[in-house]
């Protein structure tokens, strides 16, 4: 991902695993993007939503330490913000509103990640 690529895009990234909530952050902000957290759980996430943070799109890690990230999910789609899951379960396993949402399979490297998210974001406009 070139840098300059994500200019300016306020990223939620809700991520558990350190290590790879700082590649990501390191991979999208060499890219442009303005990171919003990484945020470990889900009541860290909803703070970051509740303090009326503008979001572009936020990068979504399904289980976070056995809680499911849904809740996060469902607060960004009622303000049509748009997301990406990364996990390691299979979609039919997701409630069936977000059975056909936008994710990537663990593991995925940040690359891929800051790819993706370019795609999603086009997408949304």
């Given at each position: ?5 994500l200019k ?86 997701f409630p ?22 370019m795609e ?6």
């Amino acid at each position: 991902m070139s840098d300059g690529a994500l200019k300016d895009l306020r990223i939620l990234v809700v991520e558990d695993e350190y290590l790879l909530a700082e590649d990501l952050r390191d991979v999208l902000s060499a890219a442009g993007a303005i990171v919003v957290g990484p945020c470990p759980t889900v009541a860290d996430a909803i703070a970051c939503l509740d303090a009326e943070t503008p979001l572009d799109i936020a990068i979504l890690d399904v289980n976070l330490r056995g809680e499911m990230i849904f809740p996060v999910a469902e607060l960004l789609d009622a303000r049509a913000i748009p997301f990406i899951f990364t996990t390691g379960y299979q979609q039919e396993s997701f409630p069936e509103k977000f059975s056909r949402a936008a994710h990537l399979e663990k593991p995925v490297a940040a690359d891929k990640v800051a790819s993706a998210v370019m795609e999603q974001v086009h997408r949304s406009a």
